[in-house]
């Protein structure tokens, strides 16, 4: 085993994996177009993000839509008490439970509603791109 250099930090798989990927695909142009221009580190950061701009908003909603729809693990680590870490697929599971099918249905299009507002603001958001 390897020793640990540091403590450990907390990496959401669903932004990695796609953000490391879109990186690695960067045309290696850009760094040193960055560097040429004398650009510091932070404001090369920022340049390299928005040349993968595309990639890094698909991984964001990838993990909206993941932690959107995450039933399992709020119920397993208490994500069900009343006013201080209830969420609301854990609401609708209650609800469902309780035989308030109405309330229930509510809050599942309430859910959609939300899903459907942050995929159609990103869409609104993005630069139209324009010839072929």
């Known amino acids: 085993m390897e020793a640990s250099s540091g403590p450990r930090t907390f990496k959401p798989h669903s932004l990695e994996r796609p953000s490391s990927v879109a990186a ?3 045309d290696p142009r850009v760094h040193w177009t ?3 221009l004398g650009a510091s580190g932070p404001r090369r950061a920022l340049w390299y993000a928005g040349e993968i701009r595309g990639s890094l908003v698909a991984a964001m909603l990838s ?3 993941r932690a959107a729809g995450e039933l399992g693990v709020a119920l397993v680590l208490g994500g069900n008490i009343r ?3 209830r969420t609301l697929t854990t609401a609708i599971t ?3 439970a309780r035989g308030e099918y109405e ?3 509510a809050l ?3 859910l959609v509603l939300l899903a459907l507002a942050v995929v159609l603001a ?3 958001a993005a630069p139209r791109r324009t010839g072929a």
């Open 24 to 26: 690695a695909s960067l």
């Open 83 to 85: 006013g201080s870490t």
């Open 34 to 36: 960055a560097r040429t």
């Open 63 to 65: 993990a909206f839509g």
């Open 108 to 110: 599942g299009a309430l």
């Open 122 to 124: 990103v869409r609104f």
């Open 94 to 96: 209650l609800e469902t």
């Open 103 to 105: 309330r229930a249905v």
